[in-house]
């Protein structure tokens, strides 16, 4: 039960975070580009699974490598069409990514191309989620960028 409750929530957060995002290049992207990532500090995984509350409602950038990747499939009267996971891991943890295109484009790649043991930069906003009464806890990162590294 407590499962399903925090599915649906990281699923709602997803499509009210992905309904009104502007055209970029002619096609729908997540967002348009944001600042270059290196503008942003990478955190490390562990540090935003063991503190959520201080990363909440933020950008954050993560390195890491694909470990898993999922494809939530079409329900009806569920937009947008389908939506997808895949787990990013670092030295300190793992997080479950979440994202929907209708192209599959999301920053200078697409994300279909993306396979188990890719290293990859992302940014992603934070959700710390908590339900009244209850000491579950549910950390979402819906992705707004991604990039391969350039090293």
């Known amino acids: 039960m407590a499962i399903g409750i925090v599915f649906c929530a990281h699923l709602l957060f997803l499509l009210i975070n992905t309904s009104n995002s502007p055209e970029v290049y ?8 944001p600042r ?6 990478v955190v490390r ?3 935003v699974i063991s503190h959520p ?17 999922r494809t ?14 895949f787990t990013l891991t670092d030295n300190t943890g793992e997080i479950e990514v979440f994202y929907a295109g209708s192209h599959g484009y ?9 396979i188990e043991g890719d ?11 908590t339900s009244p009464g209850s000491e579950e806890v549910a950390l979402a990162a ?3 960028w991604v990039e391969r590294p350039q090293d």
């Open 142 to 144: 819906n992705l707004r």
């Open 119 to 129: 290293m990859i930069e992302v940014l992603v906003h934070i959700s710390y989620i």
């Open 36 to 41: 270059p990532l290196t503008s942003y500090e």
């Open 26 to 33: 002619g096609t729908p992207l997540i967002q348009s580009k």
């Open 72 to 85: 939530i499939p079409r329900r009806m009267g569920m937009v947008p069409p389908e939506a997808h996971t």
């Open 106 to 114: 999301l920053g200078p790649l697409k994300t279909e191309l993306l």
């Open 53 to 69: 509350q201080t990363h909440n409602l933020r950008l954050v950038r993560f390195k890491g490598i694909v470990t898993a990747l």
């Open 45 to 47: 995984i562990g540090d």
